[in-house]
Nanobody, 128 residues
Framework: QVQLVESGGGSVQAGGSLRLSCAAS????????LGWFRQAPGKEREGVAA???????????ADSVKGRFTISISRDNAKNTVYLQMNSLKPEDTAMYYC??????????????????WGQGTQVTVSS
């Protein structure tokens, strides 16, 4: 079955950087979307970035992270690892970060309710 395992979270000061990883396995979709979502206490879950793989690659970013976050993917046979490089972190980036997977593509890309597979999350805390 699908497994998504996030890592790389931690605590940093504002302006710092972190790189999150999500090891995705157990699927053989010819086309798929791996997304990063986050949820802060008392706030709704929001899409941060996503990558759609179908021959070519399409990248999606939330406006709030454009220019600061970069999503990328490493593919090795049956294992895909998606990364989220987060630079110039702000206190408002503090949240639990989750990766999620869907076969094919969903519109809009940040409609989390349509993603059937989720990881357990990794905490990111940015202090001012």
């Amino acid at each position: 079955q699908v497994q998504l395992v996030e890592s790389g979270g931690g605590s940093v000061q504002a302006g710092g950087s972190l790189r999150l990883s999500c090891a995705a396995s157990g699927f053989s979709y010819s086309a798929f979307t791996l997304g990063w979502f986050r949820q802060a206490p008392g706030k709704e879950r929001e899409g941060v970035a996503a990558i759609y793989i179908a021959g070519g690659t399409t990248y999606y970013y939330a406006d709030s992270v454009k220019g600061r976050f970069t999503i990328s993917i490493s593919r090795d046979n049956a294992k895909n690892t998606v990364y989220l490089q987060m630079n110039s972190l702000k206190p408002e980036d503090t949240a639990m970060y989750y990766c999620a997977l869907i076969s094919g593509r969903v519109s809009p890309w940040n409609a989390g309710a349509f993603y059937p597979s989720w990881g357990q999350g990794t905490q990111v805390t940015v202090s001012s």
